[in-house]
């Protein structure tokens, strides 16, 4: 059973950084691509970023370009989104997820497994 746990979620100021971390198990983490979705009140679960199964590829919403990075650690089956520059405009739910693919891709339909989601809250 392929289980996904995020951590790193909390309460910062507009301005500064977080990262989260998604541990993977169940699955060979390594032969698939992982992305990170967010999940505002009261809007759809948009796409935030992913990375190939390497991690040689990566792909990013215009939102976050910039300002957050996603990587791998296939030896630790994690996947990582590291934010900074916050806004109050980026607080939401984040939710990992794996792709039934090798390949990042922004499609939410490609994506198979999701973690529970970790709170992220940036005040102004």
């Known amino acids: 059973q392929v289980q996904l746990v995020e951590s790193g979620g909390g309460l910062v100021q507009a301005g500064g950084s977080l990262r989260l971390s998604c541990a993977a198990s169940g699955r060979t983490f390594s032969s698939y691509a992982m992305g990170w979705f967010r999940q505002a009140p009261g809007k759809e679960r948009e796409f935030v970023a992913a990375?190939?199964?390497?991690?040689?590829?990566?792909i990013y919403a215009n939102s976050v370009k910039g300002r957050f990075t996603i990587s791998r650690d296939n030896a630790k089956n994690t996947v990582y989104l590291q934010m900074n520059s916050l806004k109050s405009e980026d607080t939401a739910v984040y939710y990992c997820a794996t792709a039934s693919t090798g390949w990042a891709t922004r499609a939410r339909h490609e994506y198979d497994f999701w973690g529970q989601g970790t709170q992220v809250t940036v005040s102004s």
């Open positions: 990375i190939s199964w390497s991690g040689a590829s990566t």
